[in-house]
């Protein structure tokens, strides 16, 4: 399907100062660091990633506008044009009963066509196309290779590879994920147990201590075949169910081929080391209680053989994403983890070190300018998950009068159907803060912050880097507002749960 996406400017600013930056974890977050720091001028050393790079990825990703407009920056148009494309309507149904809560039309106008750029692309055609630009500028992707030991000093960064070799850098872009080896060297005393962080940012009930988060793929000529499935095939719905500990969402890929489906499930069992990590299985394996789904999603799951799986533990945002001697700095689910692995953050990550590293002009400003990262990474990331994690609790809530309370608020804030009645909704402002975030724009904040504080920051004295964090005020305000909301459990719209 064909969009006419606007064309990116013909060439970013560089950096005067190039840095050199080794890139550990080879999935969306660290392809993106490494394409982004490139676009500024910077070198790439080495993309590091511990698997072989075979694993073929079955998941969908939401492209929120924000995501979208920078990856037209980077210069994706032609490529969104082939592999990217756009649904009507959001559709929202208890996953218990199968009842219609409400539907939301997505391809009208609204303040500006803000979601005009929601795009849907599949996870592995995101991650091929970000490969194959870094393969075309001559940047090494280092596969079955993982950081045994690494060092920081005044000097740098040095990397003991699992192959033997060694790396040498100025920063290194620690993407290794959920489960990342490199955050112990930033945070080494960050806490591990969800319900620490629960209390401290408000929220009304911790998550479960294991989330299940799969998903699969079903042919669509499976799907016109069955009369039960049969309204699955329709390319311009998105359709979602949310049942009881779970919330599965679903839409048809651009080439009308498959359907993808995407589901985050409370998870009671036992991890195994190997579920920590993506991999192919039966869906057997993981003895989904069949109960917990309407007619409609049980008679889908019985057609699917093979799921993409893992199980993840809930972990808290770093409150540090920088190391203490500026030579190590986290990105994506390193720093943020966030259910169920979707990449705007990580994205957003990528864009933020490139508006910021694109002003280098001496290598002194390298400590300064990985503050300057992390002041406007770690509150608004923080205030984002906060808000993320109340929100599945919301919706993957039990059946009675909690499940009854959430269909009727989400019923009245989508009773109109469209945008154009927004402010008639229940809890207005919560739309405004949700469509905030997926509106969010990377190089706007960091252009804003620039125009607050850069020229005090470019006359600070280096040693006084690290001491407080300033944050600019629109960061400062709006990580302030999603927590107001997470802790008073003023939630309006799960629409944020699924971009």
């Known amino acids: 399907m064909v969009h006419q996406f606007p064309l990116p400017a013909a060439e970013l600013p560089k950096a005067a100062h190039a840095l050199q930056f080794a890139v550990v974890g080879g999935g969306i977050a660290g392809l993106a660091a490494a394409w982004a720091l490139k676009l500024a001028g910077h070198e790439i050393v080495a993309v590091m990633e511990k698997s072989n790079g075979a694993f073929k990825s079955r998941g969908c990703i939401q492209s929120t506008p924000g995501m979208t407009r920078t990856?037209?920056?980077?210069?994706?148009?032609p490529e969104l044009r082939q592999y990217a494309h756009k649904c009507g309507m959001l559709i929202f149904r208890n996953g218990l009963s199968n009842q219609l809560i409400g539907r939301l039309r997505i391809d009208?106008?609204?303040r500006g066509d803000i979601l005009t750029e929601l795009l849907f692309i599949q996870h592995q055609d995101l991650c091929n196309?970000?490969?194959?630009?870094?393969?075309?500028?001559?940047?090494p992707l280092l596969y079955n290779t993982s950081v045994s030991n690494i060092t920081t000093s005044a000097e740098g960064a040095t990397l003991?590879?699992?192959?033997?070799?060694?790396?040498?850098?100025d920063i290194v872009i620690a993407a290794d994920g959920w489960y990342s080896s490199l955050r112990q060297h930033v945070a080494p005393d960050m806490p591990t147990v969800l319900e620490v962080v629960a209390e401290e940012q408000g929220s009304a009930s911790a998550m479960v201590e294991n989330v299940l988060h799969l998903t699969f793929t079903v042919p669509t000529d499976t799907l016109a075949q069955d009369n039960e499935l049969r309204f699955l095939t329709d390319q311009t719905l998105w359709p979602v169910w949310m049942g009881q500990g779970y919330a599965v969402h679903m839409n048809i890929t651009t080439d009308g081929n498959l359907l993808t489906a995407t589901m985050t499930y409370d998870y009671d069992g036992e991890p195994h080391v190997e579920d920590a990590e993506y991999m192919d299985r039966p869906i057997t394996?993981?003895?989904?209680?069949?109960?917990?789904?309407?007619?409609?999603?049980?008679?889908?799951?019985?057609?699917?053989d093979t799921i993409s799986a893992r199980v993840v533990t809930n972990r808290p945002v770093a409150e540090d994403?920088?190391?203490?001697?500026?030579?190590?700095v986290l990105?994506?689910?390193?720093?943020?983890?966030?259910?169920?692995?979707?990449?705007?953050l990580a994205i957003e990550d990528a864009e933020t070190l490139r508006a910021i590293f694109l002003r280098m002009t001496k290598p002194t400003q390298r400590p300064l300018f990985l503050n300057v990262y992390e002041e406007l990474r770690q509150p608004y990331c923080e205030g984002v998950i906060a808000y993320d994690r109340t929100l599945h609790n919301f919706v993957r809530t039990e059946p009675g009068a909690s499940m009854?309370?959430?269909?009727?608020?989400?019923?009245?804030?989508?009773?109109?159907?469209?945008?154009?009645?927004?402010?008639?909704?229940?809890f207005p402002a919560q739309w405004e803060a949700e469509l905030r975030m997926y509106t969010f724009d990377a190089m706007e904040h960091v252009e804003s912050h620039w125009t607050h504080w850069g020229r005090y920051m470019l006359g600070e004295a280096m040693d006084k880097v690290k001491k407080g964090k300033r944050g600019a005020p629109s960061q400062q305000s709006f990580s302030g507002i999603i927590k107001s909301y997470v802790k008073a459990g003023m939630i309006s719209s799960p629409l944020l749960l699924f971009i």
């Open 71 to 77: 990856l037209l920056r980077w210069g994706f148009a």
């Open 108 to 110: 009208q106008d609204f």
């Open 129 to 139: 196309l970000l490969r194959a630009r870094l393969h075309a500028v001559g940047v």
């Open 160 to 169: 003991a590879l699992s192959t033997g070799h060694m790396l040498e850098a």
């Open 285 to 304: 394996d993981f003895q989904l209680d069949m109960d917990k789904f309407c007619p409609p999603l049980r008679r889908l799951l019985s057609v699917v």
């Open 321 to 328: 994403l920088v190391c203490r001697d500026s030579r190590i």
């Open 331 to 344: 990105v994506g689910d390193a720093a943020h983890p966030l259910l169920p692995a979707r990449p705007s």
């Open 404 to 426: 009854d309370e959430r269909d009727a608020l989400l019923r009245a804030s989508m009773a109109h159907g469209g945008w154009d009645n927004i402010d008639e909704a229940p």
